[in-house]
Structure formats: structure tokens, C-alpha cells
């Protein structure tokens, strides 16, 4: 097992600049079908889009994956979109909120991808800082690879 700070933060954070308009990211991620093309492999998986599928209220029921034979199915709803930002709502008691902050910079829009999560209790910390933490990283970092890949 590793070493983690007992104080750390459970939320996982990736940013990446890419060379596309905020607008173009906007309307990429404001469309939930574009979605299960952006994740990398073992990450997210069957998706079950909702009536809505664009916009403010689109929903979809989606499975996420981890290590150790992790998952959790959750639904997701866009729940906020404006100029510089999109929430995407997992609603419930195992649920989290994922942000995609959008910025301008030098070759196009710097997006931060937060997903706001609180770190479990022990004696689930190491695993989760150890193995869990990690997996989610490294799938954000893929999200927004595959995000760029999409617009630019």
C-alpha cells in the first residue's frame, strides 16, 4: 500500500488546454450522445441516454468503472450550462457533481475537469487514494484527450 495524506481531498481534478472555441467544447459536451465516444476504454460504460438527450435536463444512466471490480451505475443530468461552464449532475447518495470549466488561453480554451467527491472513511482511504483516485485521473485525463480529439 501507498502513503496519502490523511487530509486529502477526495475530488479529482485534470486541465488541459485545447484548440477549439469554448463554444465548440460547450456544444460538444452540452450534446450527452458525443459522450461515450470521449471516455477511454474501462472507464464509463453502458449508456442509456434519456428522452432528452441536449441541453439543461438531458439525462442518461451510465455505469463507471474502477479497479478491483469496481462500479456504480448512476444517472447524470446536465443541471447547468452558461458561457464559461457545464454541471453534469449525478444525483443521490452515491452520486457526485462533474464541472467543466472553460477558459480562454494562448492556443485556445483551457478546460478543467472537476468531479467533486469526498474521500471515504477509513479503512477505505488507502484504497481509494491508492488505486481508485488514480484510475479516475487517469480516465479524466482520457476524457478530455478524447474531448480534444472531438473539436480540435
Not at 496519502?4 to 450534446?31: F, H, K, P, Q
Not at 452558461?82 to 457526485?96: V, Y
Request: proline share 6%; net charge negative.
Amino acid at each position: 500500500a501507498g502513503t496519502y495524506d490523511e487530509d486529502a481531498e477526495g475530488d479529482v481534478i485534470v486541465t488541459r488546454t485545447i484548440g477549439a472555441s469554448g463554444a465548440s467544447i460547450l456544444a460538444t459536451l452540452s450534446d450527452l450522445r458525443n459522450h461515450p465516444d470521449l471516455w477511454p476504454d474501462g472507464c464509463v460504460t453502458h449508456w442509456e441516454f434519456g428522452e432528452r438527450q441536449t441541453g439543461v435536463g438531458a439525462t442518461a444512466k451510465v455505469t463507471y468503472r474502477g479497479p478491483l471490480g469496481w462500479f456504480r451505475t448512476l444517472t447524470l443530468v446536465i443541471s447547468e450550462i452558461n458561457t464559461k461552464r457545464i454541471d453534469i449532475d449525478h444525483p443521490g447518495s452515491k452520486g457526485f457533481v462533474t464541472t467543466y470549466a472553460m477558459e480562454p488561453a494562448a492556443g485556445g480554451t483551457q478546460v478543467e475537469m472537476h468531479t467533486w467527491i469526498y474521500a471515504p472513511p477509513k479503512p477505505f482511504r488507502g484504497v481509494y487514494f491508492n488505486r481508485i483516485h488514480p484510475h479516475f485521473e487517469s480516465c479524466h485525463s482520457g476524457f478530455l484527450e478524447g474531448l480534444a480529439a472531438a473539436v480540435e
